[in-house]
């Protein structure tokens, strides 16, 4: 062979090769879509479990607020491939909620995956009842008791006075 011919075989191999990377690159990295639930399901696989206060509820994302090892954090999670998932009324969310975080990276958290969910169901509660069917007026529609209810229940314990009898 010529070194012509060598040299136009070289320059073929080696623009094969190049889009061969370059394919398995973008295979590997995905869609956005692809790489956001890869987040979310390592997230809940890996991550530990705290409590989120959810401010806020639109069509497109929950909008939440959480402390993790004594820093603030404000965070948001899309939920638009897992409106499935959440009730009729999603404003109903807004309150406390449970959520995952990741240990390594604290601000990497979510409310929701494919797989958990660390939103309280606020479609068990109808008008005026609980889910056991008892009288829930002193409730706020979500499960949590108001202030007054639990004062008429009986005495309230805070901080290092606070025993539990059970």
Known sequence: MSLGVQIAALCVL???LVALAAWIVL???GTPEKRERQR????HHRGRIGDAMINEVTADALYYSYSVGGVHYEASQDITALRHLL???????????GMKYSSNNPANSILICEEWSGLR???AKSAGQD???QDSAHGDGVGHQGQD????E???HQGADRHIAE
């Open 131 to 133: 889910s056991a069917g």
């Open 40 to 43: 979310r399901l390592a997230v």
């Open 149 to 152: 209810a639990a004062l008429a």
């Open 14 to 16: 080696v623009a094969a």
């Open 87 to 97: 009730p009729a009324e999603p404003e109903r969310l807004i309150g406390w909620s």
């Open 154 to 156: 009986g005495p309230v």
């Open 121 to 123: 169901d606020p479609a």
């Open 27 to 29: 295979r590997t990295r």
